[in-house]
C-alpha cells in the first residue's frame, strides 16, 4: 500500500511535486539539501546518522565528521535528548514537522542547532536540515544582559529618587523647585508648605507672589543672574508676610528645561546672618587682593574679581571647579609644597609663588594660606597678593651682582640644578642653593626636592661650599 505524501511544511505547498520535481539527479538533491541549512544529517529508521554535508564554512567538518555511523540522540547535551526522540517520532508517523533546537556539545561550551526532521522514502530514512544558531544565541544572550543592565540601573534609580525623596520631605529647611522660565513652582517640600498654611498648594503658583512686593524686583534679578549661570550669594529678602528670608539659588537642567533649586533661610537666624554674609561677600568682591576658596582637592569653588582680573578670566565660570594648580605655582613644585605645609601646620604665611595667566602670562605673587574643616569636610582659603614692583624695588638695590646671576637664580624650581651647573660656575651654584633654602625656609628634604637632588648630594655640596651645619644636618635628618 503506498503512502501518503508527507505533509506541507508551509502554508502553499507545490500543486503537482512529482512533476515538478520529476528527473532531479541525485546530484542535485544533495546540493539542494546541503545549501537548504548549515547542516543536514540523512539518519535511517533506527536514529543513527548515515551521512552528514555541511553547508556553512563557519562551521567547518569538525565535530560533524565524527558523527557518521552513530546514534543522532548521542550527539546532543542530556537536556536536548527528549527533543531528538520527539523529533523522530514526529517524522516516523508522518506527522506535521517543526523546528526543535538542540544544543551539541563543543568543548566547555555548547553549539545551538535548530533542525526540522522529515521523513523522506518509505524505508524508515530521516533527513534533519539544522541551522546554526550561535549567532543568534549571542544575540539573545547580549539582549538579556542588557536588559538586566537596565533593570539594575532602574533598581538603581528608584533607590537614589527614594533616598532624595525622602531628604527633600524631611528636610526642615523649605525647599522649592522653580521652572526658570515661567518662574512658577513645580514642587515643594512639607517645611515649604507651611510657609503657605490657609493658601492653596504652591505647586503651579508664581513663585515671586511669596515675597512682598519690596523684594521682588530683587529676587527676580536673582533668579535671572543664577539662571544665565552667574553665581551669586544668599539674598536677604522680605516674605509676603514680612518675615526676613535668605534666599539661595541653583541652576540644574532635567528633560530639557531649566530649573532651580530655592532655598529659604527663615527666622532671625536669617535676619541676623543675611546682611553679615552680605557684607562679607561684597567686601572679599571688592578687595584688591586676590581671593579664593577650594576643596580638598584643591579645586577652586569661589573667587573674588581680583582672582578673575590676575590670571585674566573673563567670567567667574571659567574657574569655578577648576584644580587650583592650573593658575598657581610652578609645576609640580609650589602646589604639592603648599599643600603639604598646609596639611601640617593649618595655615601658611608669605609664601612666594608664581600665578600663570590664562594665555602663558606670569606674575609673582605672595600668598597667605589656611585650612578650614567644616562639617568633616577640608576647604583651603587663599588670599594673593602680587609683589611685581616690591621685586622690582629690591632689584633696583641689589650690587655687587651680576645681572646674569640674577637671571640664573630666578630659574631655580623651574628647571633642575644640573642644566644650571652645567653653564655656571661655583658662585652659581651656591647662589642657586642659598635661593632654594630661603624659597623652602631652610627646609633642606624640599630644597633637595626642587634642586633635583638627593639629600647626601645636597649636604655634600653644603659642606663644599662651607654652609654646612652638623648639628643642623643631624636635626633635618630626624625630621625628614
Request: charged share 25%; glycine share 6%; hydrophobic share 40%.
Amino acid at each position: 500500500m503506498d503512502l501518503p505524501p508527507p505533509p506541507s511544511t508551509g502554508p502553499l505547498a507545490f500543486r503537482d511535486a512529482s512533476l515538478a520535481l520529476a528527473g532531479i539527479p541525485s546530484e542535485a538533491t544533495a546540493r539542494i539539501l546541503s545549501a537548504s541549512g548549515d547542516v543536514t544529517l540523512v539518519l535511517d529508521h533506527s536514529g543513527i546518522i548515515r551521512d552528514i554535508a555541511v553547508g556553512s564554512n563557519e562551521l567547518g567538518q569538525d565535530p560533524f565528521s565524527s558523527w557518521i555511523d552513530q546514534p543522532f540522540i548521542d550527539t546532543v547535551s542530556s537536556d536536548s535528548r527528549t527533543k531528538v526522540e520527539e523529533m523522530l517520532r514526529d517524522a516516523a508517523s508522518r506527522t506535521a514537522p517543526r523546528w526543535r533546537q538542540v544544543n551539541h556539545p563543543a568543548g566547555s561550551s555548547s553549539m545551538p542547532v535548530r533542525y526540522l526532521a522529515m521523513e523522506a522514502g518509505g524505508n524508515g530514512r530521516v533527513i534533519a536540515i539544522g541551522r546554526d544558531m550561535r549567532a543568534a544565541a549571542a544575540l539573545q544572550q547580549r539582549l538579556i544582559q542588557a536588559q538586566q543592565s537596565m533593570e539594575r540601573d532602574y533598581v538603581r534609580l528608584r533607590q537614589t529618587e527614594q533616598r532624595y525623596r525622602l531628604l527633600f520631605d524631611l528636610c526642615a529647611e523649605p525647599i522649592l523647585i522653580v521652572d526658570a522660565a515661567t518662574r512658577r513652582i513645580s514642587e515643594a517640600n512639607p517645611a515649604a508648605h507651611a510657609l503657605a498654611e490657609n493658601s492653596p498648594p504652591l505647586a503651579g503658583q508664581s513663585f515671586p507672589a511669596l515675597f512682598s512686593p519690596d523684594s521682588r524686583d530683587d529676587l527676580i534679578g536673582l533668579m535671572g543672574a543664577v539662571a544665565s549661570g552667574t553665581a551669586q550669594m544668599p539674598a536677604a529678602l522680605a516674605l509676603a508676610d514680612g518675615r526676613p528670608a535668605l534666599v539661595a539659588a541653583t541652576l540644574f537642567r532635567q528633560d530639557r528645561s531649566s530649573f532651580l533649586l530655592v532655598r529659604l533661610g527663615l527666622g532671625a537666624r536669617a535676619d541676623q546672618t543675611a546682611p553679615q554674609a552680605t557684607a562679607l561677600a561684597e567686601v572679599l568682591d571688592r578687595i584688591p587682593d586676590a581671593f579664593l576658596v577650594t576643596d580638598q582637592k584643591l579645586l577652586i569653588q569661589s573667587a573674588n574679581t581680583a582672582f578673575l582680573d590676575i590670571t585674566h578670566s573673563p567670567h567667574l565660570e571659567q574657574v569655578i571647579g577648576q584644580p587650583l594648580g592650573q593658575f598657581l605655582g610652578r609645576p609640580d613644585i609650589d602646589i604639592e609644597l603648599l599643600q603639604s605645609q598646609l596639611k601640617t601646620a593649618g595655615e601658611v604665611r608669605n609664601f612666594d609663588a608664581v600665578i600663570r595667566g590664562r594665555h602663558g602670562e606670569r606674575e609673582d605673587v605672595e600668598l597667605t594660606a589656611v585650612s578650614v574643616n567644616r562639617q568633616g569636610e577640608t576647604h583651603y582659603g587663599f588670599a594673593i597678593r602680587s609683589v611685581a614692583r616690591r621685586m622690582d624695588r629690591a632689584a633696583s638695590d641689589v650690587t655687587g651682582v651680576p645681572r646674569s646671576v640674577e637671571q640664573l637664580t630666578e630659574l631655580v624650581g623651574r628647571v633642575s640644578l644640573k642644566d644650571i651647573v652645567r653653564e655656571s660656575t661655583d658662585l652659581i651654584e651656591r647662589l642657586c642653593i642659598e635661593a632654594a633654602l630661603r624659597y623652602t625656609s631652610n627646609n633642606r628634604a624640599s630644597a633637595a626636592e626642587i634642586l633635583g637632588l638627593s639629600r647626601q648630594s645636597l649636604y655634600s655640596k653644603l659642606h663644599r661650599h662651607g654652609m654646612s651645619n652638623p648639628s643642623a644636618d643631624a636635626t633635618n635628618d630626624q625630621l625628614d
